[in-house]
Protein backbone atom coordinates (compact mmCIF):
# COMPACT_ATOMS: atom_id res chain seq x y z
CA UNK A 1 0.00 0.00 0.00
CA UNK A 2 1.38 3.37 -0.70
CA UNK A 3 1.40 6.01 1.83
CA UNK A 4 -1.41 9.10 1.13
CA UNK A 5 -0.91 10.79 4.16
CA UNK A 6 2.64 12.88 4.21
CA UNK A 7 3.86 13.10 8.06
CA UNK A 8 2.07 11.82 11.17
CA UNK A 9 3.17 13.85 14.33
CA UNK A 10 2.48 11.93 17.55
CA UNK A 11 2.09 12.93 20.92
CA UNK A 12 4.27 10.75 23.36
CA UNK A 13 2.34 10.89 27.17
CA UNK A 14 -1.54 10.08 26.50
CA UNK A 15 -1.18 8.46 23.18
CA UNK A 16 1.39 6.37 22.34
CA UNK A 17 2.16 5.35 26.38
CA UNK A 18 -0.10 5.85 30.11
CA UNK A 19 -0.11 9.61 31.23
CA UNK A 20 0.78 9.53 34.74
CA UNK A 21 -1.07 12.21 36.32
CA UNK A 22 0.39 15.02 38.26
CA UNK A 23 3.97 13.39 37.58
CA UNK A 24 6.15 12.77 34.38
CA UNK A 25 7.22 9.05 33.11
CA UNK A 26 10.64 9.31 34.46
CA UNK A 27 12.19 5.56 33.87
CA UNK A 28 11.64 2.53 31.71
CA UNK A 29 9.65 0.76 34.39
CA UNK A 30 7.55 3.58 34.99
CA UNK A 31 6.80 3.22 30.94
CA UNK A 32 3.94 1.50 29.82
CA UNK A 33 2.33 1.33 25.76
CA UNK A 34 -1.41 2.00 25.96
CA UNK A 35 -3.39 -0.76 24.47
CA UNK A 36 -3.19 -1.00 20.97
CA UNK A 37 0.19 1.41 20.27
CA UNK A 38 2.58 -1.27 19.52
CA UNK A 39 -0.13 -2.89 17.08
CA UNK A 40 -0.46 0.99 15.25
CA UNK A 41 2.89 1.50 14.03
CA UNK A 42 3.17 -1.19 11.53
CA UNK A 43 -0.10 -0.24 10.23
CA UNK A 44 0.72 3.48 10.73
CA UNK A 45 4.05 3.26 8.60
CA UNK A 46 2.12 2.27 5.38
CA UNK A 47 -0.38 4.81 5.40
CA UNK A 48 2.49 7.97 6.32
CA UNK A 49 5.18 8.95 4.69
CA UNK A 50 6.80 10.07 8.29
CA UNK A 51 6.11 9.70 11.63
CA UNK A 52 7.55 11.57 13.88
CA UNK A 53 6.90 12.21 18.24
CA UNK A 54 6.84 16.12 19.35
CA UNK A 55 6.57 15.64 22.89
CA UNK A 56 6.91 18.05 25.74
CA UNK A 57 8.95 16.87 28.70
CA UNK A 58 9.46 19.56 30.97
CA UNK A 59 10.66 16.82 33.99
CA UNK A 60 14.00 17.03 32.69
CA UNK A 61 13.96 20.93 32.52
CA UNK A 62 13.00 20.61 36.53
CA UNK A 63 15.52 18.53 37.16
CA UNK A 64 13.30 15.44 38.03
CA UNK A 65 14.59 13.33 35.28
CA UNK A 66 17.62 14.07 33.41
CA UNK A 67 18.42 13.88 29.45
CA UNK A 68 19.91 10.27 29.57
CA UNK A 69 16.50 9.16 31.59
CA UNK A 70 14.80 10.46 28.41
CA UNK A 71 17.00 9.19 26.02
CA UNK A 72 17.22 5.92 27.60
CA UNK A 73 13.32 5.87 27.20
CA UNK A 74 12.82 6.43 23.60
CA UNK A 75 15.63 4.23 23.22
CA UNK A 76 14.04 1.51 24.64
CA UNK A 77 10.45 2.67 22.98
CA UNK A 78 12.07 2.75 19.62
CA UNK A 79 13.52 -0.82 20.07
CA UNK A 80 9.88 -1.99 21.02
CA UNK A 81 7.88 -0.50 18.24
CA UNK A 82 10.75 -1.75 15.42
CA UNK A 83 10.44 -5.57 17.11
CA UNK A 84 6.97 -5.09 16.20
CA UNK A 85 7.26 -4.16 12.85
CA UNK A 86 6.76 -0.28 13.14
CA UNK A 87 9.02 2.87 13.08
CA UNK A 88 9.18 6.34 14.16
CA UNK A 89 11.34 8.70 12.08
CA UNK A 90 12.51 11.10 14.38
CA UNK A 91 11.97 12.28 18.40
CA UNK A 92 11.82 15.73 19.37
CA UNK A 93 11.59 16.54 22.76
CA UNK A 94 11.20 20.15 24.39
CA UNK A 95 12.62 19.94 27.81
CA UNK A 96 11.92 23.97 27.87
CA UNK A 97 10.78 25.22 31.12
CA UNK A 98 9.63 27.69 30.02
CA UNK A 99 6.18 28.17 28.73
CA UNK A 100 6.87 30.81 26.05
CA UNK A 101 9.33 28.70 24.28
CA UNK A 102 9.15 28.65 20.49
CA UNK A 103 9.81 25.00 20.88
CA UNK A 104 6.66 24.03 23.57
CA UNK A 105 3.55 22.82 21.97
CA UNK A 106 1.73 24.60 20.98
CA UNK A 107 3.70 26.70 19.74
CA UNK A 108 5.10 25.49 15.98
CA UNK A 109 9.05 24.91 16.61
CA UNK A 110 9.51 20.93 16.85
CA UNK A 111 7.65 20.70 13.29
CA UNK A 112 9.93 23.18 12.26
CA UNK A 113 12.74 21.38 12.99
CA UNK A 114 11.62 18.39 11.75
CA UNK A 115 11.15 19.89 8.14
CA UNK A 116 14.65 20.97 8.45
CA UNK A 117 15.77 17.68 8.89
CA UNK A 118 12.84 16.17 6.25
CA UNK A 119 12.40 19.05 4.12
CA UNK A 120 9.68 16.99 1.93
CA UNK A 121 7.43 17.31 4.46
CA UNK A 122 3.80 18.88 3.50
CA UNK A 123 2.45 20.48 6.33
CA UNK A 124 -1.03 20.90 4.99
CA UNK A 125 -1.27 17.09 4.42
CA UNK A 126 0.38 15.97 7.38
CA UNK A 127 -1.63 15.02 10.69
CA UNK A 128 -1.25 15.76 14.77
CA UNK A 129 -2.43 13.07 16.99
CA UNK A 130 -2.58 14.22 20.86
CA UNK A 131 -4.92 14.39 23.21
CA UNK A 132 -4.48 17.32 24.63
CA UNK A 133 -5.75 20.82 23.98
CA UNK A 134 -2.18 21.91 23.51
CA UNK A 135 -1.66 19.19 21.16
CA UNK A 136 -4.71 20.24 19.15
CA UNK A 137 -3.44 23.61 18.84
CA UNK A 138 0.30 22.66 17.46
CA UNK A 139 -1.65 20.75 14.66
CA UNK A 140 -3.50 24.37 13.39
CA UNK A 141 -0.71 26.31 14.51
CA UNK A 142 0.99 24.29 11.56
CA UNK A 143 -2.01 24.02 9.16
CA UNK A 144 -2.26 20.17 9.73
CA UNK A 145 -5.02 17.85 10.50
CA UNK A 146 -5.76 17.57 14.21
CA UNK A 147 -7.10 14.11 15.81
CA UNK A 148 -7.54 13.96 19.37
CA UNK A 149 -6.54 10.28 21.10
CA UNK A 150 -8.65 9.32 24.32
CA UNK A 151 -11.33 7.86 26.14
CA UNK A 152 -13.20 11.60 26.85
CA UNK A 153 -16.23 12.51 24.62
CA UNK A 154 -13.99 14.55 22.72
CA UNK A 155 -11.61 11.99 21.51
CA UNK A 156 -11.89 11.30 17.95
CA UNK A 157 -10.63 7.83 18.50
CA UNK A 158 -10.28 5.93 21.21
CA UNK A 159 -6.93 4.88 20.59
CA UNK A 160 -4.31 5.04 18.30
CA UNK A 161 -4.77 1.67 16.73
CA UNK A 162 -8.31 3.04 16.07
CA UNK A 163 -6.54 6.12 14.11
CA UNK A 164 -4.54 3.70 12.20
CA UNK A 165 -7.35 1.07 11.15
CA UNK A 166 -9.10 4.05 9.91
CA UNK A 167 -6.27 5.28 7.68
CA UNK A 168 -5.53 1.93 6.33
CA UNK A 169 -9.99 1.96 5.60
CA UNK A 170 -9.47 5.03 3.85
CA UNK A 171 -6.68 4.42 1.30
CA UNK A 172 -8.26 7.05 -1.28
CA UNK A 173 -8.06 10.01 1.33
CA UNK A 174 -5.20 12.47 0.52
CA UNK A 175 -6.45 14.68 2.94
CA UNK A 176 -7.65 13.87 6.87
CA UNK A 177 -11.08 13.61 7.86
CA UNK A 178 -12.25 12.96 11.43
CA UNK A 179 -14.66 10.09 11.82
Known amino acids: MMEHFDTLFLDRDGVINRLLPGDYVKRWDEFRFLDGALEAFPLLGRCFRRIVVVTNQRGVGRGVMSRSDLDDIHGRMLRSITECGGRI ?5 CTDTDEESPRRKPRPGMAFEAREDFPDIVFARSVMAGDSPSDMLFGENIGAATV ?8 DFASLYDLARWCLAHPEATSFEKK
Request: net charge negative.
Open 89 to 93: DRIYS
Open 148 to 155: RIGDDPQA
